[in-house]
């Protein structure tokens, strides 16, 4: 065979690999997203950026291979060989990934869940502390023995006055 034929057949399944290699590529940041759920603009994002990461290879495949020359028959390649790897070889990971991965993928929705829930307790009781600390000081200027007069109690809400009663309640204790 003629060296030129010899260097097309290279670059088709050079180009039909990196097909397949992309497809795997997308395969984990599929298990990302499995691992971590993701909103759907966050997941049109992320295949936005990846399949714009994912030509900076293809483009150097192409100028090593053929001189920066895109050919119809090599994109074709290119596309066939991530056919061929979601077809084939795809499933069986992705299953093996479920089996493999479904324990941890508890474990960090676990962890996270924990680390979620304590840092909105954490603002919560910090909200409280910033709330009590401006009740007590508007109740300081209002109060002569620890009663409102009439015309601030009623326009305080009933919710309020309930907490005030209960601080007042635990100060006593």
């Known amino acids: 065979m003629s060296e030129i034929i010899i260097g097309q057949v290279r670059f088709l399944l050079m180009t039909s690999l990196l097909g397949m290699a992309l497809m795997g590529a997308y395969d984990v940041c599929r298990f990302l997203r499995w691992m971590i759920p993701h909103h759907g603009i966050v997941v049109a994002l992320e295949d936005v950026l990846f399949w ?21 028959y090599g994109a074709l390649a290119v596309f066939l060989g991530g056919a061929l790897y979601e077809w084939g070889i795809s499933k069986p990971v992705r299953q093996l990934g479920d089996r493999y991965l479904s324990r941890p993928k508890r474990k960090v929705a676990g962890f996270l869940g924990r680390g979620i829930r304590k840092c909105t307790e954490g603002m919560k009781r910090g909200v409280k502390k910033i709330y009590s600390a401006g009740m007590e000081k508007r109740e300081g200027q209002g109060q002569e023995d620890g009663k409102l007069d009439e015309k601030s109690e009623k326009s305080v809400g009933k919710d309020v006055r309930k907490r005030r009663k209960k601080m007042q309640d635990k100060r006593k204790i």
Do not use: H, K, L, Q
């Open 52 to 72: 714009v990461a994912a030509s900076v290879p293809a483009y150097g495949m192409f100028f090593i291979y053929n001189n920066g020359e895109i050919r119809w």
